[in-house]
């Protein structure tokens, strides 16, 4: 079974610049799996960011992007604020209907 | 403004069944796909299934093919998954999202989530 695999931690600076992966255990990330991007904050539901690979939903800053890296999926934040310090998932359409979140990105902010 | 509130998480005992439901508004609910995804107390976040506007295509994660079943009604603007056969690893957080007008584009909007407690 294909997992989807994602860095369990990451830290940026306030200002900063960073970049999360989402991946394939087996196989290449590419625009057909259709990434898209999840914040999350302690005890709330998830917030959209990126859908189908760069498309920025609804509200979202331009410091967000989504983008193919490689073989991966990739999110970049720019100018990283205090309030990004969240829980970050990517979900990929594996074909047949059926999607897989990644296990999740901690993101800190220090 | 897309609203999405959950409701019927309980405690059950393994075995037992359940059934959720996701009362949307804000949007042409048909046109859209939607989704169930779950999230079990301290972890990650886990797609449960899916269903396209019309109703007419329903997917499922194998953790749950053959146990719970999605269906929506287009003329009460609401989504449903019905839950057999509990285990306790079905515990979670269940969340209903609205999708985009393509099912192939992810989730866009989601509710706030019902908890369900499989436990003796």
């Known amino acids: 079974q294909t997992v989807v695999t994602q860095e369990p931690s990451f830290s940026v600076s306030p200002g900063g610049t960073v970049t999360l992966t989402c991946g394939l255990s087996?196989?290449?990330?590419?625009?057909?799996?259709?990434p898209s991007w999840y914040q999350q904050t302690p005890g709330q539901a998830p917030r959209t960011v990126i859908y189908?690979?760069?498309t920025r939903s609804s509200g979202v800053p331009d410091r967000f992007s989504g983008f193919i890296l490689g073989n991966k999926a990739a999110l970049t934040i720019t100018g990283a604020r205090a309030d990004d310090e969240s829980d970050y998932y990517c979900?990929?359409?594996?074909?047949?209907?059926?999607?897989?979140f990644g296990g999740g990105t901690k993101l800190t902010v220090l | 403004e897309v609203q999405l509130l959950e409701s019927g998480g309980s405690l059950v005992q393994p075995g037992g069944s359940l059934r959720l439901s996701c009362a949307a508004s804000?949007?042409?609910?048909?046109?859209?796909?939607m989704t169930w995804a779950r999230q079990a107390p301290g972890k990650g976040l886990e797609w449960v299934s899916g269903?396209?506007?019309?109703?007419?295509?329903?997917y499922y994660a194998d953790s749950v093919k053959g146990r719970f079943t999605i269906s929506r009604d287009n003329s009460r603007n609401t989504l449903y998954l019905q839950m057999n056969s509990l285990r306790a690893e079905d515990t979670a957080l269940y969340y209903c999202?609205?999708?985009?007008?393509?099912?192939?584009?992810?989730?866009?909007?989601w509710g706030q989530g019902t908890t369900v407690t499989v436990s003796s």
């Open positions: 999202a609205k999708g985009h007008v393509s099912y192939h584009y992810g989730m866009d909007v």
């Open positions: 804000g949007f042409t609910f048909s046109n859209y796909a």
């Open positions: 269903i396209i506007g019309s109703g007419g295509g329903t």
């Open positions: 087996s196989g290449s990330v590419s625009t057909t799996n259709s």
């Open positions: 189908n690979t760069n």
């Open positions: 979900l990929l359409y594996m074909g047949g209907g059926i999607w897989v």
